[in-house]
């Protein structure tokens, strides 16, 4: 029984993170750079989805601001 209790509560705190989406992310520069440091260091699973759509604001935000407006 503690051990169902154990597996609930450890599926509870790590199920709980908000999960940002790719305009959230090109949209709060801090955001995103906080998450590309914990993608990095291992701290969250690299191929998580907040991971995957900070990786895409960083490019996206790159690609415009590398865009010739000539």
């Given amino acids: 029984m ?3 209790l154990m597996l ?21 520069e801090k955001l995103t750079d906080e998450y590309q440091k914990k993608c990095q260091n291992g701290e969250i699973d690299g191929d998580s989805l907040n991971c995957q759509n900070s990786r895409k604001a960083v490019v996206v935000r790159n690609k415009v601001s590398n865009a010739s407006w000539n």
Avoid at 8 to 28: H, P, Q, S, W
């Fill in 2 to 4: 503690k051990k169902i």
């Fill in 8 to 28: 609930i509560t450890a599926l509870f705190l790590f199920g709980c993170d908000r999960t940002y989406t790719v305009e959230e992310f090109k949209n709060d």
